[in-house]
């Protein structure tokens, strides 16, 4: 008969053993819930992690409008990230006004300007020292005269050349100041401290015949989605050929050349897609130059001086001094505010 080591009594255990006992049973059960809860854990990191994601995905994904564009945030998914429209395009006080100068004027040649004007604090035309005096119909007079009627400035009914003299006899300081702090505000707005982030053009000098390669606006890609963009070297950004900017009438590109900008002989800058010459700016930290014949599109801020080459076209405000000093010189062109009545057909 086999024996039963099963017992129908309990086992008597001392009272120091049972705390014994109680431990490793406590230790063993917790070893079991670790492992436990280290699957669960693990479960849980797991799906957390899926979920973090998905999350980032859809975000990026809305974020850059889907390739799409987006109406408030701006751009169709190009380069430099996108652009706030109501930021950049708000010009507030700044809308009617093709040229800006701080430190006066010089003109060779019929200039044209189809918008307004403000000259502030250098009022003089023609380094003469002699202020603008401002026609009845608040246009240039005379002043701008090398030999009278030859190498004349004039806009159009309408447009205002607002000076500390406006009118040749009421000072105007209060407007003349506001739309020159106005223009300072709107140059920083734009900098590379304001709109960080941008995407790197490729080549110095941009444009089907600048330089040469694939990179972002060289002369093997120089068609450009909106975005916003910052010169190769972080310094000048030259155009060179015809620089294509493809999108639609909501679209913004802006350029940022912490140092200069230059266009050379014959230079376009072309839309194409319905973009607009007022949804496109050009931030310039020092100077700018549109050398001669230029095909120009784009609103200028730069902080010194602007200057044209002869016969250099402009759909798109030219707004110098922006840091305060900074002169502007024609030599026989046309500057248009986009949209005004007497810009170009097309110009807006």
Same mark, same amino acid.
């Given at each position: 008969?086999?024996?039963?080591?099963?017992?129908?009594?309990?086992?008597?255990?001392p009272?120091?053993?049972?705390?014994?006992?109680?431990?490793?049973?406590?230790?063993?059960?917790?070893?079991q819930?670790?492992?436990?809860?280290?699957?669960?854990?693990g479960?849980?990191?797991?799906?957390?992690?899926?979920?973090?994601?998905?999350?980032?995905?859809?975000?990026?994904?809305?974020?850059?409008?889907?390739?799409?564009?987006?109406?408030?945030?701006?751009?169709?998914?190009?380069?430099?990230?996108?652009?706030?429209?109501?930021?950049?395009?708000?010009?507030?006080?700044?809308?009617?006004?093709?040229?800006a100068?701080?430190?006066?004027?010089?003109?060779?040649?019929?200039?044209?300007?189809?918008?307004?004007?403000?000259l502030?604090?250098?009022q003089?035309?023609?380094?003469?020292?002699?202020?603008?005096?401002?026609?009845?119909?608040?246009?240039?007079?005379?002043?701008?005269?090398?030999?009278?009627?030859?190498?004349?400035?004039?806009?159009?009914?309408?447009?205002?050349?607002i000076?500390?003299?406006?009118?040749?006899?009421?000072?105007?300081?209060?407007?003349a100041?506001?739309?020159?702090?106005?223009?300072?505000?709107?140059?920083?707005?734009?900098?590379p401290?304001?709109?960080?982030?941008?995407?790197?053009?490729?080549?110095?000098?941009?444009?089907?015949?600048?330089?040469?390669?694939?990179?972002?606006?060289?002369?093997?890609?120089?068609?450009?989605?909106?975005?916003?963009?910052? *010169? $190769?070297?972080?310094?000048? %950004?030259?155009? &060179?050929?015809? /620089? @294509?900017?493809?999108?639609n =009438?909501?679209? +913004? !590109?802006v350029?940022?050349?912490? *140092? $200069?900008?230059?266009t050379? %002989?014959?230079? &376009?800058?072309? /839309? @194409?897609?319905?973009?607009? =010459?007022?949804? +496109? !700016?050009?931030?310039?930290?020092? *100077? $700018?130059?549109?050398?001669?014949?230029?095909?120009?599109?784009?609103?200028?801020?730069?902080?010194?001086?602007?200057?044209?080459?002869?016969?250099?076209?402009?759909?798109?405000?030219?707004?110098?001094?922006?840091?305060?000093?900074?002169?502007?010189?024609?030599?026989?062109?046309?500057?248009s505010?986009?949209?005004?009545?007497?810009?170009?057909?097309?110009?807006?």
């Open positions: 008969m086999s024996k039963d080591y099963r017992r129908s009594t309990p086992i008597a255990v009272a120091k053993d049972r705390l014994i006992l109680s431990m490793r049973f406590g230790i063993n059960e917790e070893k819930m670790n492992r436990f809860n280290s699957v669960k854990t479960m849980t990191q797991s799906t957390t992690r899926q979920l973090t994601w998905f999350m980032a995905l859809l975000l990026a994904a809305v974020a850059t409008g889907c390739g799409g564009g987006d109406p408030i945030l701006g751009g169709s998914g190009g380069g430099g990230g996108n652009v706030n429209l109501t930021t950049v395009s708000n010009l507030g006080i700044l809308a009617p006004y093709g040229i100068s701080a430190g006066g004027m010089t003109n060779t040649g019929l200039t044209k300007i189809n918008g307004s004007v403000v502030d604090p250098n003089t035309c023609q380094g003469t020292g002699v202020a603008v005096v401002v026609g009845n119909t608040n246009d240039f007079g005379t002043s701008c005269n090398v030999t009278a009627g030859a190498n004349m400035v004039s806009n159009n009914v309408g447009d205002k050349v000076t500390q003299i406006w009118n040749g006899t009421s000072a105007d300081t209060t407007t100041d506001a739309v020159i702090s106005a223009l300072n505000t709107k140059w920083k707005s734009i900098s401290a304001s709109l960080p982030l941008a995407t790197v053009l490729g080549c110095g000098t941009i444009g089907n015949a600048g330089g040469a390669g694939a990179g972002i606006g060289c002369a093997g890609n120089a068609t450009l989605p909106p975005g916003v963009y910052i *010169s $190769a070297t972080n310094s000048t %950004i030259g155009v &060179t050929g015809t /620089l @294509t900017l493809n999108g =009438a909501t679209d +913004v !590109w350029f940022q050349a912490p *140092s $200069a900008l230059t050379a %002989i014959s230079s &376009t800058i072309l /839309l @194409t897609g319905g973009a607009k =010459a007022s949804n +496109v !700016w050009w931030y310039v930290g020092s *100077s $700018a130059s549109l050398l001669g014949s230029t095909t120009f599109n784009g609103n200028i801020l730069a902080s010194a001086s602007i200057s044209m080459g002869t016969s250099a076209t402009s759909c798109g405000r030219l707004l110098s001094g922006a840091a305060g000093a900074g002169a502007f010189t024609f030599l026989a062109n046309t500057v505010v986009p949209g005004n009545p007497n810009a170009p057909a097309g110009c807006q």
